[in-house]
T-cell receptor, first 111, second 114 residues
Framework: GQSLEQPSEVTAVEGAIVQINCTYQ??????LSWYQQHDGGAPTFLSY????GLEETGRFSSFLSRSDSYGYLLLQELQMKDSASYFC????????????FGSGTQLTVLP | AAGVIQSPRHLIKEKRETATLKCYPI?????VYWYQQGPGQDPQFLIS???????DKGSIPDRFSAQQFSDYHSELNMSSLELGDSALYFC?????????????FGQGTRLTVV
């Protein structure tokens, strides 16, 4: 099976940089995704890493180290609207058509 | 741009009743996923379909069933509803038949069992 660990809560101020870590254990690994979800809303795709290294998309970057079973999401120039839950999710090679989500990190951005 | 459409948005049922949730994926997306999200919980994978065939099964109760039709829309059928089935049910779709591409989520159906 798969298991993922990420911090339950993170708080930061507007304009700051925050890093949300994710460690995973899986019997097979295809890639690591990150999703954002506002209260009552749908998860929204942010990024995906299949290979080691950094992927940058605007203010958001995601990093993966397959050897360490570790990844992180980096959010820069935080804005109030970034307050949301952030989920890491793994795609396992044994079942590439499903995502297993972590328990989510609630990010609160303060003025 | 077209998104994943789910209906209904809200549904209230009594215990032991049945419910049917519908999902219309983004055009040309061949994979549909269903997720259940309880209050304060992460989305739990239920089941997925690729090209109208069931491809993966997660923690879906035997009381639930799902299928994907020829027009690629999918329905999640839930019978003998229990109070614990109250949750947000998301449908997502993707292209390419693999989970390593971006999955687009619908706005969800909020099911309340009373």
């Amino acid at each position: 099976g798969q298991s993922l660990e990420q911090p339950s809560e993170v708080t930061a101020v507007e304009g700051a940089i925050v890093q949300i870590n994710c460690t995973y254990q899986t019997s097979g690994f295809y890639g690591l995704s990150w999703y954002q979800q506002h209260d009552g809303g749908a998860p929204t795709f942010l990024s995906y890493n299949a290979l080691d290294g950094l992927e940058e998309t605007g203010r958001f970057s995601s990093f993966l180290s397959r050897s360490d079973s570790y990844g992180y999401l980096l959010l820069q120039e935080l804005q109030m609207k970034d307050s949301a839950s952030y989920f890491c999710a793994v795609s396992s090679s044994g079942s590439a058509r499903q995502l297993t989500f972590g328990s989510g990190t609630q990010l609160t951005v303060l003025p | 741009a077209a998104g994943v459409i789910q209906s209904p948005r809200h549904l209230i049922k009594e215990k032991r009743e049945t419910a049917t949730l519908k999902c219309y994926p983004i055009p040309r997306h061949d994979t549909v996923y269903w997720y259940q999200q309880g209050p304060g919980q992460d989305p739990q994978f239920l089941i997925s379909f690729y090209e109208k065939m069931q491809s993966d099964k997660g923690s879906i109760p035997d009381r639930f069933s799902a299928q994907q039709f020829s027009d690629y829309h999918s329905e999640l059928n839930m019978s003998s509803l229990e109070l614990g089935d109250s949750a947000l049910y998301f449908c997502a779709s993707s292209r390419g038949g693999t989970g390593d591409t971006e999955a687009f989520f619908g706005q969800g159906t909020r099911l309340t069992v009373v």
